[in-house]
């Protein structure tokens, strides 16, 4: 018996993970050192239109998530200089 499975894009690479998976279920599913980079907080996950999105969020067919680099943001003085 095979297990339903639905198509999710992360950086344009198709992967197909069990309903009810997560952002980062897919993005472990492409690439575990990914994954683990987004759960220690030095990358995020943002939609097709470039939202920030949240790892927990729950992924429907067809999905499609980009992994972007985090960075820190500085104070208001920092961008005075």
């Not at 683990?36 to 220690?40: G, N």
């Not at 943002?46 to 992924?59: E, H, K, T």
């Given at each position: 018996m095979t297990h339903p499975t639905i198509p999710v894009y992360v950086n344009?690479?198709?992967?197909?993970?069990?309903p009810g998976s997560t952002a980062l279920d897919a993005v472990r599913a492409w690439s575990p050192d990914a994954a683990?980079?987004?759960?220690?907080g030095g990358r995020g996950i943002?939609?097709?239109?470039?939202?920030?999105?949240?790892?927990?969020?729950?992924?429907s067919a067809g999905s499609i998530l980009r992994l972007v680099a985090v960075r820190e943001r500085g104070s208001a003085s920092d961008a005075t200089h």
């Open positions: 344009a690479s198709r992967v197909d993970v069990p683990a980079e987004v759960s220690t943002v939609d097709s239109r470039g939202l920030p999105l949240d790892p927990a969020a729950r992924m």
